[in-house]
Structure formats: structure tokens, C-alpha cells
């Protein structure tokens, strides 16, 4: 036989037992198969729990910076907050009594105050956080504060002194929004500052001829001593003179005109190189204030009679021509720490009218513009017209200055300084009805509390506190049955029916097989 017929032999066996149809494993061989596959399956499963729960463990312990996707930073500390712990050069102690009850009484298994604190570690290592979850191992606190298996509390300690933060001090309901605040941050750095803080800068606010009363100032002065200020007031009739160790003297909308030996004091405060501050209303009534006046005078400024309103709807409150949305400048003393653009919204508020560049120079005045208003506002004098529209008695007033920073040279070495605002309720909590079921306070709107407290901020030289506060809330939504039953749907019965669908469809490819 020939080579080539050989070949073709062998090409001819090796296609004929390629025809062979190969046999079907027995069921029980497949099946062990199954079964190894599936056990390869949940072994690997159990190693990639494993891993998850030993990554966390690490990262736990680690205590590594969270990461915060949230618009607004509401899981992260503040630029102030970061600045002022950064620069804290006391060991200061936190301890965190039974935190689980903390999340029992919000109703939230999200371990917050934890969290929040190790942030502050993670920056400063002189702050050191202990977590106390069974208080019975620890009867030297038991026995000096008196906290029981049953309360929740966070203490702080900077050597001899100490503070102690209750779940009320953290959190608390905006009842005209139904949101729950978060101010754990609020409440610990101001503790903090308290603790680490020698001398508090104290806030005097004159009264005796005021158009709003103290309560008026409730929420600004709580804000300030929030960041650990003291908020005081002066009777300067009682007084005789402004005292040493006030760092601001504010100043509200005067119902009559202060005497003539408060004007006298508050010059001599001025000749001193006093800070002030001045949330004032427009002189609507044209009441004759001629020591007052004397005090501006000093900065060569003035109130006036008349009130700005806005044309821009989109720079007035819910079409509101008297609620004006303000433009605050972010290149001045005040704004330029806050690296943002800022908003107010301004209620009825005035122009303030400043001195000529040569009145200025001769009083020794330098003037930074704050607050401007847009350039389709106009300014009114007639009380008569109620129409929101411009009127042929209205005057167009673009850009009106309605905040003001001047500085007054006394001598070489003192410097006196005014921040004045013509319009004092942005800084009250008077209720601003937004519609028939809801209303806000005045301070809350817009940028309202930075503004002012940023002012105080810089006239009291705590650069590090001028910041944009970020405002963390949780809202509590109540649904009805029918909502409840949608939403239980989509969390649990549709990735149900995938599930069992995809199953089905493994099922009838693995027949076909």
C-alpha cells in the first residue's frame, strides 16, 4: 500500500471517531460537579465577607478621614471648625457616654456624634476621643456625674475645666421645617474654645432706646455664644462709660435718640479705637437724632428716611419687593476668608449715605463697600404708594451701598472701626410668613447669619471664624399607607421578582444545555 493511501487511512479513522456521539455523563458525576461549583461559590462569597469585614476593622481602627460626596459638606467639619481644632495647643479629652442611646433617642442606627468627634482626633492629635459603651465599667464617672446605664452624654475636659454636651446641646427640631439639626459640630468646637479659650470677646448691646427689644436678638445671640463669645447688655446711664473689656459695642434700630452723656461715652469708646457694630432700620419718621448723628458723624455716614426696593424678581423674596436679595461683596476685610459669593436678604432696609472722598480724607475714614443692592433697585420716600412697582415719586437707586466697613485713623497706633448695615431685622428672629402653613426666621434666609456673624468675626480680629456655616439637617418625612406600601415595594418586592425571574431563566438556558 502506498504512503499516500496510508494517510488516508488514518485521516479516515481519526473523522470516524469524531462521528462517535459521545456518551452523557452519569447524573451522579454532573452532580457532583454541581455540587463543587457551588461550594467554589460560597467559599469565595465567605472570603469576600471576610475581606469586607476586615477592611472595615482597619479602617475603623485607623480612623481614616471619611470621604464626603454631600453638596454641602454635612459629613464634614467646617472650615472653622478645622481651622480652630488645628490650632488647639491644649490636650483636651473626649468621652462619649453610651452612644448607642444617643441613636436609640434620634431613631438612627448612624453612630453621628462618634463619628463627628473622631474627625476632630484625625486633625489634632491633642484631642483624644474615648467612647464609653457600658458605663457600669466606669464608676469614677458614674459617682462624680451622676450618669446612669439609662443617659447618654458627652463629656469634654481641658485640665481643670470641663463641659458637659447633652443630646439636646447636639441636636434639635426646626419645628417650622419639621427638620432634625444636627449641631454636634457647633456644640463641640464651642465647647472646645471654651475650654481652651482664656479670654472670651465680650458683645455689648446698647439699650434703652431701642426698637426692638432683646428677644428680638434671641437666635443671633445664642449664634455668638455658640462660638463662644459673650453676649451682655449696657445700659450706658447705669454704666456711666463702655467697659474695658467690651471688644464690639452693637448697636440696633433706635426708637429716640440716645442722651447726651451716652453720646459722650461712646465718643470717648471711639477716641479709644472701639470696634462697632450698627443694625440699624431707615429713619422712617423722620425723627430728629442729633447725638446719635454725632456718632456717625465720626465716620462721616448716614441713615436715610427713605426705603430701597427691588424691580429684579429674581433678587426679591417670593415677589416681596421690600425683602431685597442683597449682593455681599467676597473681595473685602470681612468676605475674603470665605473664598465664596455671598447673599442677604434685607427687609425694608435703607441707604447708607456716605461723606465725598475729600470729607473722608479730612476725617481720617476709609471705606470698604459690604452689601450692594442690584442694579434695578430703586429707592422710595413717599409711605403713601403701597404698589411694589416703581412709581413716578421713586427715585432709581442702583447699587446702593447697604453695608459699609470704615475704618477711622485716630493716630498712628489706634484705629477705630464701624460696620454698619441699614436694615437691622436680617439679624432678628421675627417670623417671615413664606406661605399660609409655613414661615422662616429672618436671620435664616439666605447668607443672613454669615454676614453678621462674620462681621463680628473680623472686629473682634478671630480671622479663623469667618467662614460660610453649613447647614446640617435631617428631614423627617411622614407618608401616608398607601406611600408606605409603593416604597416597601420598591425596596423589597421588585428586587424579589429579579431574583426569582433570573433564576428561571438560569433554569430553562441549563435544560436547553
Given amino acids: 500500500m502506498s504512503k499516500e493511501n496510508k494517510k488516508m487511512s488514518k485521516e479516515e479513522k481519526k473523522n470516524s471517531k469524531d462521528l462517535v456521539v459521545k456518551k452523557e455523563k452519569p447524573y451522579k458525576e454532573r452532580k457532583g460537579k454541581w455540587l463543587r461549583q457551588t461550594s467554589l461559590t460560597v467559599l469565595l462569597i465567605l472570603i469576600i465577607i471576610a475581606l469586607c469585614i476586615g477592611i472595615n476593622l482597619f479602617v ?73 459603651d457600658d458605663i457600669t465599667s466606669r464608676p469614677d464617672i458614674t459617682d462624680e456625674y451622676g450618669i446612669t446605664a439609662d443617659s447618654c452624654a458627652v463629656i469634654l475636659k481641658c485640665g481643670e475645666n470641663e463641659k458637659i454636651l447633652s443630646i439636646y446641646d447636639l441636636y434639635t427640631t426646626d419645628y417650622t421645617t419639621g427638620q432634625l439639626k444636627n449641631q454636634s459640630e457647633e456644640a463641640l468646637t464651642n465647647a472646645i474654645i471654651s475650654l481652651t479659650t482664656d479670654e472670651k470677646p465680650v458683645i455689648y ?115 416681596t419687593a421690600s425683602a431685597i436679595i442683597v449682593t455681599v461683596s467676597p473681595y473685602t476685610s470681612v468676605t475674603s476668608g470665605t473664598n465664596m459669593n455671598m447673599n442677604a436678604c434685607f427687609m425694608s432696609p435703607g441707604r447708607i449715605d456716605i461723606a465725598d472722598s475729600e470729607e473722608l480724607e479730612e476725617l481720617g475714614v476709609e471705606v470698604e463697600t459690604l452689601a450692594t443692592t442690584s442694579e434695578n433697585s430703586f429707592y422710595r420716600t413717599n409711605y403713601s404708594i403701597t404698589s411694589g412697582s416703581k412709581t413716578d415719586d421713586d427715585e432709581d437707586a442702583p447699587n446702593e451701598t447697604v453695608g459699609a466697613l470704615l475704618k477711622k485713623k485716630i493716630n498712628d497706633d489706634t484705629t477705630s472701626e464701624l460696620i454698619m448695615y441699614s436694615n437691622n431685622v436680617f439679624v432678628t ?85
Fill in 60 to 132: 475603623e481602627e485607623k480612623n481614616f478621614a471619611d470621604i464626603d460626596v454631600t453638596q454641602d459638606k454635612i459629613y464634614s467639619l467646617s472650615d472653622m471648625t478645622k481651622s480652630i481644632v488645628s490650632s488647639v495647643d491644649k490636650d483636651v479629652e473626649i468621652l462619649i457616654i453610651n452612644p448607642d442611646i444617643f441613636n436609640d433617642m434620634l431613631g438612627t442606627n448612624y453612630n453621628g456624634i462618634v463619628d463627628v468627634s473622631r474627625k476632630y482626633n484625625s486633625i489634632n492629635k491633642k484631642i483624644t476621643i474615648e467612647v464609653i
Fill in 205 to 319: 448691646n446698647l439699650t434703652g432706646h431701642n426698637k426692638y427689644s432683646s428677644d428680638y436678638l434671641y437666635y443671633f445671640s445664642a449664634d455668638l455664644e455658640e462660638e463662644a463669645y459673650e453676649f451682655e447688655d449696657l445700659d450706658l446711664l447705669t454704666t456711666g462709660e463702655v467697659p474695658e473689656d467690651c471688644s464690639v459695642l452693637m448697636i440696633t434700630t433706635l426708637s429716640e435718640d440716645i442722651t447726651v452723656a451716652e453720646r459722650d461715652a461712646i465718643l470717648k469708646y471711639i477716641d479709644k479705637g472701639g470696634k462697632i457694630i450698627l443694625f440699624t432700620d431707615p429713619n422712617t419718621t423722620g425723627k430728629e437724632m442729633p447725638n446719635f448723628q454725632a456718632i456717625l458723624d465720626e465716620y462721616g455716614v448716614g441713615i436715610s428716611e427713605g426705603v430701597m426696593l427691588e424691580q429684579d424678581s429674581d433678587k426679591m423674596l417670593y415677589g
Fill in 429 to 513: 428672629n421675627l417670623q417671615i410668613q413664606l406661605n399660609i402653613q409655613a414661615y422662616s426666621y429672618a436671620l435664616d434666609f439666605y447668607n443672613n447669619e454669615d454676614l453678621a456673624m462674620n462681621s463680628i468675626a473680623y472686629l473682634t480680629a478671630r480671622d479663623n471664624m469667618i467662614t460660610i456655616r453649613k447647614d446640617a439637617e435631617i428631614t423627617t418625612y411622614t407618608i401616608t399607607e398607601q406611600q408606605n406600601i409603593i416604597i416597601l415595594t420598591i425596596i423589597f418586592a421588585i428586587p424579589i421578582m429579579i431574583i426569582i425571574i433570573g433564576i428561571i431563566v438560569w433554569q430553562v438556558r441549563r435544560r436547553k444545555k
